[in-house]
């Protein structure tokens, strides 16, 4: 199928030629009098939408054609074009779909939006695999880019301003197998502090001079939740895991609010473009929401926030002190606009892939021979202490969502919630697990019993060097083949959500949902076990719609295209329920509403610039030597190895 240009897209009343026919068709007698009402006493829709093929999510009947939208942001009926023409008075906008879906906006149920702002301030490596050598070019480039301080009158930046690199890839360094350590970057012609920070959100690579900078040495402890990884030397190699990486981070300079605020502004655009309306911001503490704040009162925050406060390893271990913790956070901030509070977050474990290998697993990671070593990784809370945890916050009316990759997460967390069930009696505390890398099979059905969210980010369910060179040999075939199990937890009666983890990755949505069916992707080496768990096509856009409004306690407001739910709806640029899978990659947002109020429209300046940047999504500042040294490499960020 041909997508349509948006050019097509009418949202005067009055269509252009091509649709006028069309246009004619809806409006009937009905286009004459503003005063035309449709029955009940209602008056003229605000907003009509039709020559759609409308994807309502709820799975009765067959598709709608048309929508239409009140002024008061509901959707007052979806039906065939010729029954919606009552509700289109004199200044009713009607738009021409084009024969494309009308959907639900997608609903991101675990994705880091300020994050994505904070990180598009700084340098990006964009994931790339590079040699070592590659790597220090790159290096190179970015500090001869920042020598430079122009926010100091231009004062020079060596040797003290930090280089603050995002979106390393701790499993990206060639031969694969290579483990990072601070002399390869001690290496450089610098004495400048330099930290990378790991793409994953849980490492982070330093040099000496920032070791130095933090005073971390061989007699540093590892925090909760965190570890300062040492040699056998017992000297620090200059990565730090997990909590750890704050023992580095408090030492650099922040950038200021006005500069945070424009930043964040700006992705934010980038997700309305996308066509996300719901968002629950998985990682948020006072900060974030200051930051929340400004974005409202600039009238910068075109979408739904639910905000999941998160609570540290020791926090988790004194439940009233956390509930207390996070009552005091939503006195302070609960009158913002858009913000919907009721969600906390915990860490019980961290990554999988190899040489990280922090994920907590049932059985011990191999040694890359296929020999068990003494690793099962770590799991920051115990399921004693995350049961008595989620026993507090469930009766208080809050729900949990746990981060759990490794398969011991995964058990830990549902014991957790099967221990608060009991202790609380509460059937629908609507409780979630992120990620869930690895499932065993004897907890599939647990997440039907315990009434618990499964919440994905599929588009890491495909084979790349995360999936296949730094996880099989080190997990093993047996365990392997039950990676990111979407069909078997549907099958055993799951409720599925899903989320994107940006910006642990490019803002790719259609991309994700496309992954969720095929386990392929875009720009991807093969199938991870399609015809094992991948989702059909209706399943998938449900995941992103219908299932994470349920995971968020929304799905009374949004997530389906029925009468009297807010109208938070994209215009796509092509048929997402028909067109052939791979082409759902390539799919294009026309239009996006959130609550009737249009926050993208792909034609207007601000829409095309957000398209633009969209198409660069997730890359940063790269220096001229960047593309040569990146090449083809990069599979997964669509970047494309340019710009």
């Excluded at 779909?97 to 009308?102: C, E, F, I, R, S």
């Excluded at 964009?126 to 920042?146: C, H």
């Excluded at 473009?273 to 974005?295: K, N, P």
Aim: glycine fraction near 14%; charge should be neutral.
């Amino acid at each position: 199928m041909t997508p349509s240009s948006p050019s097509s897209l009418s949202r005067r009343g009055l269509l252009a030629a091509a649709g006028a026919a069309g246009a004619a068709g809806l409006l009937g007698a009905a286009a004459g009098s503003a005063s035309a009402a449709p029955p009940g006493g209602r008056g003229p829709a605000a907003l009509v939408i039709h020559n759609a093929r409308v994807f309502g999510g709820a799975g009765r009947g067959r598709p709608a054609e048309a929508v239409a939208v009140g002024r008061d942001g509901r959707i007052l009926a979806a039906g065939e074009g010729p029954a919606l023409r009552r509700f289109v008075g004199r200044d009713t906008e009607v738009v021409d779909a084009g024969g494309n879906t009308v959907m639900s906006g997608i609903h991101d149920g675990h994705v880091h939006p300020l994050g994505a702002g904070d990180r598009s301030l700084r340098p990006s490596l964009q994931g790339a695999e590079t040699t070592e050598a590659e790597l220090r070019e790159i290096l190179t480039g970015f500090l001869a880019d920042t020598d430079t301080d122009t926010g100091t009158g231009g004062a020079r930046a060596e040797p003290d301003r930090w280089l603050v690199v995002e979106d390393w890839n701790p499993v990206g360094l060639l031969p694969t197998g290579t483990v990072p350590h601070h002399s390869m970057l001690d290496a450089l012609a610098t004495r400048r502090p330099i930290a990378l920070v790991g793409g994953d959100g849980h490492n982070l690579w330093v040099n000496q001079r920032a070791l130095d900078v933090a005073g971390i040495t061989s007699a540093t402890p590892d925090p909760a939740g965190g570890q300062v990884v040492k040699g056998p030397d017992g000297q620090p190699t200059g990565v730090l895991k997990d909590d750890a990486q704050g023992l580095v981070k408090r030492h650099i300079p922040e950038p200021s609010r006005a500069e945070l605020v424009a930043a964040c502004a700006r992705v934010l655009d980038l997700a309305a473009a996308s066509g996300i309306t719901t968002m629950m911001d998985a990682l948020v503490g006072r900060h974030e929401l200051e930051l929340y704040q400004a974005l409202a009162e600039a009238g910068k925050l075109p979408q739904r926030i639910v905000p999941a406060i998160r609570l540290d390893a020791e926090q988790a271990k004194d439940p009233a002190g956390a509930l207390e913790y996070a009552r005091a956070l939503r006195r302070e901030f609960e009158g913002v606009p858009g913000l919907r509070f009721g969600m906390v977050k915990v860490f019980l474990d961290g990554v999988i892939e190899y040489p990280a290998q922090t994920a907590a697993l049932l059985e011990p990671y191999l040694d890359g021979s296929g020999k068990p070593s003494q690793n099962r990784g770590e799991l920051y809370t115990s399921a004693a202490e995350y049961g008595r945890l989620t026993a507090a916050f469930n009766r208080a009316g809050w729900q949990m969502h746990a981060h759990g990759l490794g398969d011991r997460a995964v058990r830990t967390a549902l014991d957790g919630y099967a221990y608060a069930r009991r202790a609380t009696g509460q059937r629908d505390p609507r409780n979630a697990v992120a990620h869930l890398q690895l499932v065993d099979p004897a907890d599939l059905r647990r997440f039907a019993q315990l009434g618990v969210a499964a919440c994905m980010q599929l588009q890491w369910a495909a084979q790349d060097t995360w999936t296949m060179e730094a996880l099989l040999p080190y997990i093993g075939p047996g365990r392997h083949r039950w990676m990111y199990p979407a069909r078997s937890l549907e099958k055993a009666g799951a409720r599925l959500a899903g989320g994107s983890d940006w910006p642990v990755d490019a803002l790719q949505v259609w991309n994700q949902l496309r992954t969720a069916i095929d386990r392929q992707g875009a720009e991807r080496e093969g199938g991870l076990y399609p015809e094992l768990e991948g989702l059909g096509r209706t399943s998938a856009l449900r995941m992103h719609t219908a299932g994470t409004a349920w995971q968020l306690r929304q799905e009374g407001l949004t997530g389906t295209v029925e009468q009297g739910k807010a109208a938070d709806l994209v215009i796509l640029d092509r048929d997402v329920t028909r067109c052939p899978v791979a082409d759902i990659s390539g799919t294009e947002v026309r239009m996006t509403l959130v609550g009737g109020r249009v926050v993208h429209d792909a034609r207007s300046a601000t829409g095309r610039a957000a398209a633009a940047r969209l198409e660069r999504a997730g890359s940063g500042p790269r220096p001229a030597s960047y593309t040569a040294v990146h090449g083809g490499r990069h599979r997964a960020c669509g970047c494309g190895g340019g710009s």
